[in-house]
């Protein structure tokens, strides 16, 4: 039996910045939109308050917890809820037309933000960036940018839920531009579970108690006899 120590790399962690920083890193245009926002949101997920949550960001913190577990690299999955979103980005609901601009200016936040994360510990970290399936134009600069940042953890596909009608599915040939830009730059693709879901309304998100409260009324498809 070999006494050479296991190299531990988990490949699916999650980090994103704090609002304070994520404010530092928009686009100045938008900072007056943010205040705005930040002063009527509400953080959906209990379990991200109190010091817990500052292992999305906090190095000391974060290098410390994965030391102690014998990690030694991670591949990063964004975390927190970036600028205009209601929720994190890995369950979020694609942005309609009208609130894509606020959401664009949101992940290219984190994008930078996860730039400046990842360069601190480099050898440990690999980030993967973040698009919107809004416009593959932007799409694309985003791509660019997550190459040039030196981001090895690659793109993180959006899930396209089947009730997102304005946008197209991924089958659609329109994608090839994307995924063309994603292979010319040398990176690679990946997915979360959770952000193909349908809107399920309101009622799907967590009550105070953290516990899911579902519609009351639900159709059932029903035989006669």
């Known amino acids: 039996m070999t006494q050479e120590p296991y190299i531990l790399i988990t490949a699916d962690t999650h980090g994103g910045g704090s609002h304070a920083q994520y404010r530092e890193y928009l686009d100045p245009q938008w900072r007056e939109a943010f205040d705005e926002w930040r002063g009527g949101y509400k953080n959906p997920s209990q379990e991200h308050y109190g010091s817990k949550k500052m292992r999305n960001w906090d190095c000391s ?24 979103y209601r929720k994190s980005i890995v369950t979020a609901h694609p942005p309609k037309p009208e609130d894509y601009q606020r959401c664009l200016a949101g992940i290219r936040a984190h994008n930078r933000w996860l730039k400046d994360f990842c360069a601190e510990d480099p050898v440990r970290r690999a980030g993967i960036g973040l698009i919107l399936p809004n416009d593959f134009d ?25 009730d997102a009608y304005w946008l197209k599915p991924l089958y659609h ?11 010319d730059h040398g990176l690679v693709i990946n997915q979360h579970t959770g952000q193909g879901l349908p809107d399920y309304g309101e009622a799907w998100w967590p009550n105070r108690s953290g516990s899911r409260t579902w519609p009351t009324t639900v159709k059932l498809a029903t035989g006669t006899s």
Do not use: C, H, M, Y
């Open 173 to 183: 040939p329109a994608w090839d531009r994307v995924f063309a830009a994603i292979q």
């Open 138 to 162: 932007e799409a694309t600069k985003d791509i660019e940018f997550i190459a040039k940042s030196g981001l090895r953890g690659g793109v993180l596909l959006p899930l396209i839920p089947p």
């Open 61 to 84: 913190i974060r290098n410390t917890d994965q030391d102690n577990q014998g990690v030694v690299g991670e591949v990063v999955f964004p975390n927190t809820v970036p600028p205009f």
